[in-house]
């Protein structure tokens, strides 16, 4: 079994069971998935997100397995995934209390507590009208900016997120006098991360489906050609000239992939992004 209790849960649970415990909160219930449900949760007046795993089972283990996709196996990946991220100086949810029993991964029993980022919106929200009312060139490059450096600074510290999508990108509204005027500083928050995989060094295949699902999800929001180059210089941290040269293969790839999540996404949902 393994515990971390921060306040005020460290003092609220003392001397009793924990996984019990966790059980017993209540609050608004934001989605439930197999063999997982997050909530929020208010104490003292400060809100909590709470995610609690009861085991997928050997079922949904084996449907992920087959279909190609890694299985989430409890709260831990969330838990060592924001412990990098913290290490690593990346903006990311507040892990303060995790749980982990069990030694069956179709069974185990785990959860995750982190504190709740507000006011706040994603990205995906923010975003949404920007094709109609384009915003400030420089509020925007801001974001950009920051999405890019978040983004590389994740892969450099060996996470890759696996729903790298903007909507996982909370935003929080900060200025900062610069001369005559106020200059946009973006706070920015990347959360959502239970199925990150956390490793010394994240694979290329990783790194790229990363960068796809980023693409995908802005394809509509109005960026032009020269905000895209913005931010693969960002990324890459390198002039354009050597990105187009060294990356040729991932750039193409990209167009492609984000074409094809696109026409995935609307055969399931129907209508645009």
């Not at 187009?244 to 995935?264: D, G, S, V």
Request: proline share 4%; glycine share 6%; hydrophobic share 45%.
């Amino acid at each position: 079994m393994r515990l971390t209790l921060l306040e005020p849960f460290r003092t609220l649970w003392a001397g009793k069971d924990a996984f019990a415990e966790v059980e017993r909160l209540s609050g608004k219930v934001y989605r439930v998935m197999p063999g997982r449900r997050t909530l929020r949760v208010e104490i003292a007046g400060e809100g909590y997100f709470v995610k609690i795993h009861h085991g997928a089972g050997w079922r949904e283990i084996f449907n992920n397995l087959v279909r190609g996709r890694l299985p989430v196996l409890g709260a831990g990946q969330e838990w060592q995934a924001l412990t990098r991220l913290a290490e690593a100086n990346v903006p990311s949810m507040t892990a303060i209390a995790f749980g982990e029993q069990g030694w069956n991964p179709a069974r185990r029993r785990s959860f995750i507590i982190t504190r709740e980022i507000a006011p706040a919106v994603d990205l995906e929200a923010y975003t949404l009208n920007w094709r109609e009312s384009p915003p400030a060139s420089t509020e925007k490059r801001a974001l950009i900016a920051e999405v890019a450096r978040m983004t590389r600074q994740m892969h450099l510290t060996g996470v890759n997120h696996r729903d790298c999508y903007i909507c996982h990108f909370l935003w929080q509204r900060t200025t900062a006098p610069s001369g005559f005027a106020e200059k946009i500083v973006p706070r920015l928050f990347l959360i959502d991360l239970h199925r990150a995989q956390v490793r010394a060094a994240v694979p290329r295949r990783w790194r790229d489906k990363d960068l796809a699902a980023l693409y995908f999800s802005a394809l509509e929001i109005g960026l032009t050609r020269l905000d895209r180059f913005y931010f693969l210089r960002i990324y890459f941290a390198k002039p354009l000239a050597d990105i187009f040269r060294q990356e040729a293969t991932l750039l193409a790839w990209l167009e492609r992939e984000a074409l094809r999540l696109k026409t995935r996404f609307q055969k399931k949902f129907g209508g645009q992004l």
